[in-house]
């Protein structure tokens, strides 16, 4: 089956970096890469996704890419803020089923 | 409209006891899914319903974890002689053909501490 692995598991920038969280995923079959954030005391939600038959996707200060032959897909953020501390997982998918990462914890300092 | 809902949101039992966790989906959510969150930890499939379809239980980690879906809508999660090892966050989610692409929509968990 699926299995996905994500780095770092906690990263820490200074307000106004860039921050960039690394997922490789297993199942070449796989061919959908969302994105979750995590704020404390709450449940995951959506920020970001990407499909097999797309390259690269951006919103804004985020965007993700994907690299379907070495099978790993990333998040980059920009201009972080302290808002954007929470912990990210990312996950891939064949069918309606996810396969999440273990998570990065990202602390914006300001 | 409403979002994902559990209850309780914090459950504190004795091990060897029964707990019940719930919850409700978006309403005309087709799928409904179960992850088990231990501290620090990345979200660990349970359970999913979809439709009517026999439930996908590949992640259930023992036979004292079990759940149900009653009429397509809430579903109850339920561990049997809890064991400390079974303290967590348990989040349910639920999604819809008709959104984005397997999107997820998540609860904002249930946790567990069995003392």
């Known amino acids: 089956g699926e299995n996905v692995e994500q780095h770092p598991s906690t990263l820490s920038v200074q307000e106004g970096d860039s921050a960039v969280i690394k997922c490789t995923y297993s199942?070449?079959?796989?061919?959908?890469f969302p994105w979750y954030k995590q704020e404390l005391g709450k449940g995951p939600q959506l920020i970001i996704d990407?499909?097999?038959?797309?390259g690269e996707k951006k919103d804004q200060r985020i965007a993700v890419t994907l690299n379907k032959t070495a099978k790993h897909f990333s998040l980059h953020i920009t201009e972080t803020q302290p808002e954007d501390s929470a912990v990210y997982f990312c996950?891939?998918?064949?069918?309606?089923?996810?396969?999440f990462g273990t998570g990065t914890r990202l602390q914006v300092f300001p | 409209g409403a979002g994902v809902s559990q209850s309780p949101s914090n459950k504190v039992t004795e091990k060897g006891k029964d707990v019940e966790l719930r919850c409700d989906p978006i309403s005309g959510h087709t799928a409904l899914y179960w992850y088990r969150q231990s501290l620090g930890q990345g979200l660990e499939f349970l359970i999913y319903f979809q439709g009517n379809s026999a439930p996908d239980k590949s992640g259930l980690p023992s036979d004292r974890f079990s759940a149900e879906r009653t009429g397509g809508s809430v579903s109850t999660l339920t561990i049997q002689r809890t064991q400390q090892e079974d303290s967590a966050v348990y989040l349910c989610?639920?999604?819809?053909?008709?959104?984005?692409?397997?999107?997820?929509?998540f609860g904002p968990g249930t946790r567990l501490t069995v003392l």
């Open positions: 996950a891939a998918s064949l069918s309606d089923k996810l396969i």
């Open positions: 989610a639920s999604s819809s053909p008709g959104t984005s692409y397997n999107e997820q929509f």
């Open positions: 199942d070449s079959a796989s061919n959908y």
């Open positions: 990407i499909r097999s038959n797309v």
